[in-house]
């Protein structure tokens, strides 16, 4: 089993910063997939962010709508999955969720929901103009 727990959200202005966490704990295998997914006010949950770890390197793949204002990575002395998130819009108003699973992904299978085993409770990020 693999708990995760969120933090970091909250409330910014548009063209802010964040920083969101995601703390895992529990028995992850060393071939890995974490994601970070959001789901906005009558939205269907999207994938925006993952990172693969096949052994000692890391892939991370990313949606059109976050590349190049976010990024992915994780401290794994820490057990902890980050999502650095500027040049914040309104847009990105949702709450943010981390997933992981164990076993690799496919690129195109990486930002989708289903994919995932363990999911955390997610955090509340507010972006206003």
């Known amino acids: 089993q693999v708990h995760l727990v969120e933090s970091g959200g909250g409330s910014v202005q548009s063209g802010g910063s964040l920083r969101l966490s995601c703390a895992a704990s529990g028995s992850m295998d060393s071939t890995y997939c974490m994601a970070w997914f959001r789901q906005g006010p009558e939205k269907e949950r999207e994938g925006i962010a993952a990172?693969?770890?096949?052994?000692?390197?890391?892939?991370?793949s990313y949606s059109d709508a976050v590349k190049g204002r976010f990024t992915i990575s994780r401290d794994n002395a820490k057990n902890t999955l980050y999502l650095e998130m500027n040049s914040l819009k309104p847009e990105d108003t949702a709450m943010y969720y981390c997933?992981?699973?164990?076993?690799?992904?496919?690129?195109?299978?990486?930002?989708?929901?289903?994919?995932?085993?363990?999911w955390g409770q997610g955090t509340q990020v507010t972006v206003s103009s």
């Open positions: 990172i693969c770890t096949p052994g000692t390197l890391s892939t991370t």
């Open positions: 997933a992981a699973r164990v076993g690799l992904l496919s690129v195109r299978a990486r930002l989708i929901p289903a994919y995932y085993n363990y």
